[in-house]
């Protein structure tokens, strides 16, 4: 058994390694803020993990509306997929402008989420200027899908790699000079040359070429409705993590410097997972037979890169907590974490190539608003367990997703497949 397993969990991980590079570097750009910012000290890391839990909720809506174009726009002529994504970028480009808006208002009454006032004293000039980078960041994000749904992945990745040390290079610049608006900017910047860059090369390959008229009322598309149902799921996921990271707040700076490198490493870490899920889901949608099986090899290929991840973390724990040096401890909790996220994030890839995106959207909502967040309350606060508590609700809600998760998708792959 194990001479036929290993081999696919290399097999699949070779074939996303193209995405892995694609996909991460979000998440990778996230880390590097807090390279930058950590030797300005810990209320600077506060800072920027709370202006990222106040931005999540409309960067995570806007560029998951993308994760449903590539299963669509592969199925169709070239004519069609074009029009897909010039729905899709209307759509996002909707959602930015005004969650856009909305985020700009609010960043002049950071007060109102109690966090210590240090922190949203800085965090405030950094959340405005990292409001410019919504509109390119979730262009990319189109750009990418449509480029992988046409067989051309090498270079979203490799324009990853580049916005990444992009960002870096420029950051180590800007933010001597201009402090946490220089992160921003540095974001700013390197995602609004690699979304031009990524236009620049699809042109150059004549991918679009033809009408690039959108899909008539965006809300009647298939693609927004499937597009709807995968945001959700991250808006209801991910709002969790960082309404967690408001309780962090609540606990104090160390707390909350803990809990931001704990959600940046996870957040680089469930993009490595998500390059698995999407090569599961285009596996699984376009199998007949077999469907099963493409899910649980994915879902072993994820676990198998977190697990590799998860025992980094763990070894690298003193350097990488090192602006919340009372917090090491919480690396363990962060690993372990990994490994469920890895196995939800593939098995969330199979329903989506089962076209049931739906299911796992209502399965998110209810698993981490009704369940690990009270959860997480209990335990960091009735029971005093502090950041580690709220980092074991997330475990136990991610172990509690991959379960129900494994269950849809063994009911559903036996079943005819959906069109």
């Known amino acids: ?5 290993v081999p696919g969990i ?11 590079l694609a996909y991460g570097q979000f998440g990778l750009m996230a880390i590097c803020d807090a390279v ?19 931005l999540a909720p409309v960067f995570v809506f806007a560029t998951a509306l993308a994760l449903a174009l590539a299963p669509f726009a592969a199925r169709v002529g070239a004519g069609d997929a074009l029009r897909l994504l010039a729905s899709c970028l209307r759509a996002q480009g909707i959602v930015a402008v005004i969650g856009g808006a909305a985020m700009l208002a609010l960043s002049a009454d950071l007060a109102m989420f109690r966090q210590p006032a240090e922190v949203t004293a800085a965090a405030g000039p950094y959340l405005r200027v990292e409001i410019l980078a919504l509109l390119p960041m979730v262009a990319f994000t189109a750009l ?23 960002k870096l290079g420029l950051g180590a610049l800007l933010v001597p000079g201009l402090g946490l608006a220089g992160a921003a900017a540095s974001t700013a910047i390197a995602c609004a040359a690699a979304t031009g860059a990524l236009a620049a090369v699809l042109a150059r390959r004549g991918l679009f070429a033809g009408a690039a008229r959108p899909l008539g009322p965006i809300f009647r598309t298939p693609l927004f409705a499937q597009g709807v149902s995968v945001a959700l799921q991250q808006v209801f996921e991910l709002g969790a993590y ?19 490198i704990g959600l940046n490493v996870a957040a680089g870490a469930a993009l490595l997972s998500l390059a698995v899920a999407q090569t599961t889901a285009a596996e699984v949608g376009r199998r007949v037979e077999g469907r099963a099986a493409a899910a649980w090899g994915g879902a072993a290929t994820a676990l198998g890169v977190m697990v590799v991840v998860g025992a980094v973390v763990v070894l690298a724990r003193g350097p990488l907590f090192s602006a919340a040096a009372e917090h090491t401890g919480l690396a363990i909790f962060v690993g372990l974490s990994l490994l469920a996220d890895g196995v939800q994030i593939a098995l969330g890839g199979a329903l989506r190539g089962l076209l049931d995106a739906r299911f796992f959207s209502i399965v998110s909502l209810a698993c981490w608003w009704l369940f690990c967040l009270p959860l997480a309350y209990v335990l960091a606060f009735r029971l005093e367990m502090g950041v580690e508590g709220l980092w074991l609700a997330i475990c136990v809600t991610l172990l509690l997703c991959a379960v129900i998760f494994a269950i849809r998708v063994a009911s559903r792959s036996s079943a005819p497949p959906a069109r």
């Open 1 to 5: 058994m194990a001479r036929k397993i």
């Open 10 to 20: 290399l097999q699949r991980t070779l074939r996303s390694l193209p995405l892995f």
């Open 36 to 54: 930058l910012v950590g030797p300005l000290g810990t209320t600077p890391l506060a800072a920027i993990g709370f202006a990222a839990n106040v």
């Open 144 to 166: 990418r899908e449509y480029a992988i749904a046409r067989s051309v992945s090498g270079p979203p990745a490799l324009l990853g790699v580049l916005t990444v040390a992009g």
């Open 242 to 260: 960082y309404f967690a990271g408001i309780m962090a707040g609540w606990l104090g700076e160390g707390a909350l410097a803990a809990h931001s």
